[in-house]
C-alpha cells in the first residue's frame, strides 16, 4: 500500500491531508473512491451525492478516515478525536 497520489475532495477539490480526518465514497464495481473533508459542508456533499448515485443502481461502501492523530482504538462517530464531531450534518 503505496500511495502518494494527492486527494482531492469531490466536493469542493481543495486537497484533501492523508493524516487529515476525512470520507471516503468507493464504488463497489470499480473500485474508484471519491474523498470529501469531514468538515460540514463537504459531508453534506458527499451524503447527498452518494444519495444520487445510489438512485442509479451504484453499490458503495463508506470510510470514514480518522486522522493520524485520532486516540481512539476502534474510532466511530464521536470519537475522542473529534474528526467527525457533527453527525447532524447527515440528518433528514
Ligand atoms: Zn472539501
Ligand atoms: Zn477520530
New binding site residues.
Partial sequence: MSRNRVIR?A??A?R?KPQHPHIGVEDLETGVEFS??A?P??QIRAAEETATRLEAGKVYAMHHYHASTCPDAAPGFGCAGGCFDTPMAVAN
Avoid: K, L, P
Fill in positions: 475532495c466536493a469542493c481543495g484533501i470529501y473533508h468538515r459542508g463537504c
